[in-house]
């Protein structure tokens, strides 16, 4: 049942680093996160991770295993041949502090960013109607656990600091589009999410929604129909384009 | 080495729900407030609740209101519980669920347009509002996305988001501080850095959460080390009730690097069964004296309660969490269990596959993903897990004010909401009803004080050296003294007690304690997991006596303390609270107090017939004399 696997993990900190090889025990049933709390209990007890829930729900062990951004805690070893070496480097869009984790905070300045829920004056607590089917869209986006894989993997900043600045990514996009759905707000959104948050950057190639571990179609019911409700004033030929492209495949 | 230091009025310890509602309230006050955690901002555990938040808003069965919600609570803790934390519970619950609404939560909804709510264990009526099975997480998105709010506000009115809420997040903190006998402060350190931070604060609200990663076998994060239970101890407040541990009936068993996650109450509230390796529904024989008149007797009326409530009474996989979870402890001893040491939770057999899916989706996905079932077409096998403890910092049930002043407490950490048993549901509810008192008592309390505390250098100092000394020592590996610690506890102070068993695990805990003193961590001081919990194993094994102390002296079994020696509830000791504190920093003394008399009006609202079964004699004859009155 148990075997011994071979692991690559980047350590380091202060912007410098590299690769270090582990050879560690594996359990049937256990997932890349328990490999490294291994490791630190046994090899490297000052191994940096960040880890909570341990079940998917809390969004904090995002890493890039093998190269692909993925929770440590939803990644079963069973995935892997034995004899596989296994990668685990930190998400790379975002500075590195120590090891595998890294700085996240332009999430949280892009968070404060967006104008936050604005219902009507009139409406006091309690007195909210609102039926099932009108609050799913909304729901759906809310399932977003934080895990900013979607953001690390949006090659619109992945390998671009430049567009930082002006880019809210995937998830803030989508914190947009969950507002301008909710049955209760009244906030214009829709010309801020092209000129201050960056909509238009978004060439749909569905990348985040591929990383999405709450399975978050974040792409097709968030970014394209807020693109869709911006083009009732402005044209955008990637919004005709997408709609050419995806519709057709439904 | 300058430290540094950051001026504020309330200091809140913890961002889960208890701990964001507070700083909320106490900046919706106009006082400056700082939040600090350990982890990121919106991790919190409270991220992990599932099912939902009790509050009797009557949308579902209009037949229910505060006082029926009260009395399920007083049911499910076996009387032991803050009566009149209970009551403000119940009576605040609805308007702090309606509050998230106007913040922009969205649960789900009924055929009218309301918040839906959900069955649950002990609840009379359903009860409780969410979200799918995902209720914490929006709970928690919500307050964060209101704390944002705030600052955004501020950002028009002062320039800058952080002038009166800012996060401190990825910082610990390892001690308060006390000018006299007033709090003046907190010290501790950023993760991410390694360096200290000083704030110096008139009033701090502690909202740490519970202690679960004392035991083996948890659904609690690493955050779970009894930090606020410990930080109240050591600064001079008392801790009630820590013998009452919730051992949550369904926890994962299989694969066991996930045991002990949690599987969510809600899979019994929407139909899910128990069944043993002989496929009987075993809950059926496990119904208490107690609870006789209130639960179904044959599996075809609990069936029939599902769709007619009025007609039938609950299935008894509905009891209080308690009952249910030594019930599964009972099969499993007698060779009943699965074959992975737990029972079956089927509700694949009750609900078409699409139902399962819509009501219970992160469940589903948690299955499929780390054990490879799929709960539409088999069941699950689950076995009971360390959840919640009920026993926490004794606080003033109006401010949540612990006995030293400027020190408040709300959410897990304090003690005395749920008595001997919290009902699932009922701890989202807690946090948002007692997250806003304690915000607002500790705003309250500065506004009263004539002078702000000082910070005394000589605890600055002291602080600084306790946390640096695991650095630069030599010493054990903490990973493997944790890992004693819970193994200790899981075996000897868990879900059945003996005397014996508990005995020897103070003679561990008592050699444990030695041994957190000399462990040793090597690297350096930037994000050091190792060293981090160097620190925080002084917590865990101060929380842990506590637990052990107390569970050796109350000798009954009530709720979420079952002695195998002391089979019975003993009215004589329902109304006795056990006190802990720890005057001289490192051992626990307890001492038995009497609970406060229950205020007529409340009292009348049950039966007699219900409270013989839990009053003394004496209490039964003042009842009387009420009754007449």
């Known amino acids: ?250 | 080495m300058e430290i540094e230091r950051h001026e504020y009025d309330v200091v809140v310890i913890g961002a889960g729900g208890a701990g964001l509602r507070a700083a909320i309230e106490a900046r919706q006050q106009g006082k400056r407030t700082a939040i600090v955690c350990k982890s990121l901002f919106g991790k919190a555990h409270t991220v992990m609740a599932e099912g939902g938040a009790a509050a009797a808003m009557g949308n579902v069965n209009p037949d229910d209101n505060w006082m029926v919600h009260f009395r399920d609570t007083m049911r499910g803790g076996k009387f032991l519980n803050n009566w009149r934390m209970a009551e403000l519970h119940a009576k605040e619950a609805p308007d702090r669920v309606w509050e998230l609404e106007a913040w922009g939560a969205l649960f789900d909804r009924t055929k009218d347009g309301k918040i839906s709510q959900r069955n649950f264990g002990g609840h009379e009526y359903p009860r409780l509002a969410h979200v799918g099975d995902r209720t914490g997480l929006e709970l928690i998105r919500t307050l964060q996305q209101r704390v944002v709010a705030l600052q955004q506000e501020d950002y028009e009115t002062h320039g800058d988001h952080e002038a009166y809420i800012k996060v401190f997040a990825e910082c610990t903190v390892t001690r308060l501080l006390k000018d006299g006998d007033r709090i003046s402060g907190a010290f501790g350190y950023w993760r991410e850095s390694g360096s200290f931070v000083l704030f110096d604060a008139p009033a701090v609200v502690l909202a740490t959460g519970g202690i679960g990663k004392s035991y083996v076998v948890t659904s609690n994060s690493w955050e779970y080390t009894g930090d606020g239970h410990a930080l109240a101890l050591l600064a001079g407040a008392k801790l009630i009730n820590m013998e009452f541990i919730q051992f949550h009936p369904t926890g994962m068993v299989w694969p066991p690097s996930v045991r002990g996650i949690l599987v969510t109450e809600s899979v019994r509230g929407d139909g899910g069964v128990l069944r043993n390796s002989d496929g009987e529904r075993f809950m059926f024989n496990y119904i208490p004296e107690v609870f006789k008149d209130k639960y179904a007797t044959t599996e075809e009326e609990g069936d029939r309660w599902y769709t007619d409530q009025a007609n039938n009474r609950r299935p008894p996989e509905l009891l209080p969490r308690d009952e249910v979870a030594r019930a599964i402890n009972a099969e499993v001893k007698a060779g009943r269990g699965s074959p992975q040491g737990g029972v079956f939770l089927d509700v694949s057999t009750r609900l078409p596959a699409e139902e399962i899916r819509r009501r219970l989706p992160s469940m589903y996905h948690q299955f499929k993903e780390l054990a490879d079932v799929d709960i539409t077409a088999e069941p699950m096998q689950v076995g009971p897990t360390c959840h919640y403890i009920m026993g926490g910092v004794e606080v003033d049930a109006d401010t949540g004010a612990s006995a030293v002043p400027g020190l408040f407490a709300a959410g897990e950490v304090s003690g005395g909401m749920h008595g001997s048993n919290r009902l699932g549901g009922n701890s989202l509810s807690d946090l948002l009803v007692f997250g806003r008192r304690a915000g607002a008592g500790a705003a309250a309390y500065v506004d009263g004080l004539a002078a702000r505390p000082k910070l005394p250098q000589d605890q600055v100092d002291a602080a600084r050296e306790e946390a640096l000394a695991p650095l630069g020592r030599d010493g054990e590996n903490p990973y493997e003294v944790h890992h004693e610690l819970q193994r200790t506890m899981n075996d000897l102070v868990g879900i059945i007690r003996k005397a014996e068993e508990v005995s020897e695990a103070l003679e561990v805990v008592e050699k444990l304690k030695e041994r957190v003193r000399l462990v040793g961590a090597g690297g350096s001081r930037i994000y050091n997991p190792g060293w981090h919990l160097a620190i925080d194993l002084r917590n865990m094994v101060l929380v842990s006596e506590c637990v052990a102390r107390a569970a050796l002296m109350r000798e009954e079994s009530r709720g979420g303390h079952t002695r195998d020696d002391f089979p019975g509830m003993n009215p004589e000791w329902r109304r006795k609270l056990l006190v802990c504190s720890a005057s001289d920093g490192s051992s626990v003394q307890v001492e038995e107090r009497l609970q406060p008399r229950m205020r007529d009006d409340l009292i009348t609202l049950f039966d007699r017939d219900e409270l013989k079964k839990y009053l003394t004699d004496e209490e039964m004859a003042e009842f009387d004399g009420i009754a007449k009155s």
């Open chain 1, 1 to 250: 049942m148990s075997y011994k696997a071979k692991f690559k993990v980047w350590r380091g900190e202060g912007g410098e680093g590299r690769l270090e090889d582990f050879t560690v025990e594996v359990n049937e049933g256990e997932v890349v996160l328990d490999i490294i709390h291994r490791l630190q209990a046994t090899q490297a007890p000052d191994l940096a991770v960040r880890w909570n829930c341990k079940a998917g729900k809390c969004g904090s062990c995002s890493m890039e295993i093998n190269g692909k951004p993925r929770l440590g805690c939803m990644t079963r070893m069973s995935t892997f041949a034995e004899d596989e070496t296994i990668t685990v480097t930190p998400m790379r869009t975002f500075p590195v502090i120590k090891d595998l984790v890294t700085d996240v905070s332009f999430n949280y300045q892009k968070a404060r960013e967006i104008p936050s829920f604005t219902p009507p004056a009139d409406v006091r607590p309690g007195e909210y109607r609102m039926q099932q089917v009108d609050v799913e869209r909304s729901q759906e986006f809310r399932k977003c656990i934080e895990c900013f894989m979607c953001n690390n993997v949006c090659h619109v900043i992945r390998d671009h600091e430049e567009n930082k600045a002006a880019f809210a990514g995937p998830r803030y996009l989508m914190r947009i589009a969950e507002l301008d759905m909710h049955p209760y707000d009244v906030a214009d959104r829709k010309e801020a999410a092209q000129q201050e948050h960056g909509l238009g950057y978004c060439n749909i190639t569905k990348c985040c929604t591929e990383v999405c571990p709450e399975h978050i179609k974040i792409t097709d019911n968030a970014l394209i129909p807020m693109k869709e409700r911006v083009v009732d004033r402005r044209y955008d030929p990637l919004v005709w384009l997408g709609n050419k492209i995806f519709k057709r495949s439904k």
